[in-house]
């Protein structure tokens, strides 16, 4: 059984969170948030927090029909950062023009099984 967490419409580039999702994809859960926390980035925090959550998902035995898998055993499979929607601002400029602004956000997704699964 896959555990997942996500965080929409995130207030950050996918860009700048995708470098740090690729350090953590495929370890254990329990060292990945070990590799975050000392990360020195803003999407660290975001995306130590989404894993977390998954974390917490895969602990929680209401959920998951009565069983609860140790953060030991949790492995990260899928760690995906998808671009969200633009916010769309402009910039006033030279001689009354104006430049367009992207504000962009992102989707973050963490996936985590457990070893016996895998």
Request: charged letters at 30%.
């Amino acid at each position: 059984m896959a555990f997942r967490a996500t965080h929409k419409f995130a207030r950050i580039s996918a860009r700048k969170v995708r470098p740090l999702a690729d350090l953590v994809r495929g370890k254990f859960a329990d060292e990945a948030l070990n590799i975050l926390k000392y990360q020195p980035h803003r999407g660290a925090r975001m995306l130590e927090k989404v894993l977390q959550s998954a974390v917490g998902n895969a602990q929680d035995p209401e959920q998951n029909k009565g069983r609860s898998a140790p953060v030991e055993e949790l492995v990260i499979t899928d760690a995906r950062i998808d671009g969200g929607p633009m916010f769309k601002r402009i910039r006033p400029r030279a001689r009354g023009m104006a430049y367009g602004i992207l504000r962009r956000t992102a989707h973050i997704t963490v996936v985590l099984k457990s070893l016996e699964e895998m």
